[in-house]
């Protein structure tokens, strides 16, 4: 069992920077792919960063460029590094975790464990 949990979210300008963190439980947090997604209201859950074990990294399209996925095995913590911040950033962030840890799987229902979620607002 993987338990998640995020912090770091918050009210930003557009333009400004946040970065999300996400502690797990467990003693084998590096052998798991790690992830974020978001959900913006009336919409569905969409992937916006992976990291695998091994340190390949994927983004959707609309982060690329702006968002950065680290992680720091020795602290079983994972980080969302996001800049550049858009009004259409507004969203809650989840963490996930997915045991299959060599490879990134966009689907939202791949993924094993969740946190709670943290709130990411962007004025305009």
């Known amino acids: 069992q993987v338990q998640l949990v995020e912090s770091g979210g918050g009210l930003v300008q557009a333009g400004g920077s946040l970065r999300l963190s996400c502690a797990a439980s467990g003693r084998t947090f590096s052998n798991y792919c790690m992830g974020w997604f978001r959900q913006a209201p009336g919409k569905e859950r969409e992937f916006v960063a992976g990291l695998t074990r091994g340190g390949n990294r994927a983004y959707g399209d609309s982060v690329k460029g702006r968002f950065t996925i680290s992680r720091d095995n020795s602290n079983n913590t994972v980080y969302l590094q996001m800049n550049s911040l858009k009004p259409e950033d507004t969203a809650v962030y989840y963490c996930?975790?997915?045991?299959?840890?060599?490879?990134?799987?966009?689907?939202?229902?791949?993924?094993?464990?969740w946190g709670q979620g943290t709130q990411v607002t962007v004025s305009s």
């Open positions: 996930a975790a997915d045991s299959i840890g060599f490879m990134i799987r966009y689907n939202v229902r791949s993924w094993e464990y």
